[in-house]
């Protein structure tokens, strides 16, 4: 009888182990066919002199670092890097800022909060294409409703789009509206995680609303509050379309960040330049990796602590 149940349970180990693989090999064929494979090619692309020729016939020869040394010596570098940073910083402080009030303002739970909430998440849901087309078509200079409004309050007419002090601040704007949803409803989840024992102990050892808010909502928020801000960070970083469609990076490179001049060297010249295009959208991945490296540090060592 004992010999039976020995044999049997190592069919049994071996059988789940399978059942386990099995459902684990779509998730890492997923990955590897996806993910790792692109990496890899972007990888390859970046470190060897691609033409149109050799990247159909694949005979690029081996250039090692020399496209990225290319990239750090062109003058477009620095002011796509600083665009790219302002682009980033600005639209995850409002982004955050406007969905944590809206977070707090909804928690209420008023009459139609639920229909309102609802409301937010349609920049959400629209195609991108749909809402910077949408957000050129209110900054035009001459027919946008924006300069309409304007003037009707005596101010004079913008040129949004097409001036260089102002382009980089129109994508900004789309970008921040187009974020709100995406923060409103994390942090509203997470609010809704906070028990109200919680406010009711605050509330009766005297804290009032901006108290209980600091010492109680925000420090209990953090943990949420951080994974939205590394997803946003993440995300923000290789904005792409919003820009391109709304101003392609111009004028004169006023609007232009490191995604966007990745596309252009890659596909947008008639002689592409495939290899620092790759280069470029290699440090916009070390970028993001490097703060998602930091976010896993800090949530360690606060676990820690």
């Known amino acids: 009888m004992s010999m039976s149940r020995a044999t049997r349970t190592p069919a049994r180990t071996r059988s789940g182990q399978w059942a386990a693989w099995a459902f684990l090999a779509p998730v890492v064929l997923y990955l590897l066919i996806f993910y790792a494979y692109p990496l890899y090619r972007n990888v390859e692309l970046s470190l060897r002199n691609y033409t149109v020729r050799s990247f159909v016939q694949g005979d690029a ?51 139609l909060s639920a229909t309102l909430r609802a409301l937010f998440l349609v920049p959400w849901l629209l195609p991108l294409i749909v809402s910077a087309s949408t957000w050129s078509w209110m900054l035009n200079s001459e027919s946008g409703v924006v300069n309409a409004a304007l003037s009707w309050v005596g101010a004079g007419p913008v040129n949004w789009l097409t001036s260089p002090d102002w382009s980089l601040w129109s994508v900004i704007i789309a970008n921040i509206w187009i974020g709100i949803p995406f923060n409103l409803v994390v942090l509203y989840s997470g609010l809704q995680a906070i028990p109200s024992a919680v406010y009711e102990a605050a509330a009766l050892d005297g804290a009032g609303p901006w108290q209980r808010f600091w010492r109680v909502t925000f420090p209990l928020l953090r943990p949420v509050s951080a994974i939205t801000l ?16 709304m101003t392609k990076g111009g004028p004169s490179d006023a609007s232009t960040t490191l995604a966007t001049w990745s596309y252009r060297l890659g596909f947008g010249n008639l002689l592409p330049s495939f290899g620092p295009g790759a280069a470029v959208g290699n440090l916009l991945i070390v970028m993001a990796l490097v703060f998602g490296l930091v976010y896993i540090r800090v949530q360690r060592r606060q676990a820690a602590a």
């Open 230 to 245: 590394l997803l946003g960070l993440v995300y923000t970083l290789k904005v792409f379309d919003i820009i391109w469609i």
């Open 61 to 111: 020869p081996f250039a090692g670092f020399a496209n990225y040394a290319k990239v750090f010596a062109d003058a477009t570098f620095a002011p796509a890097l600083w665009h790219t940073i302002v682009f980033t910083v600005v639209s995850l402080a409002f982004q955050f800022t406007i969905g944590l009030a809206l977070a707090v303002f909804f928690s209420r739970n008023f009459r």
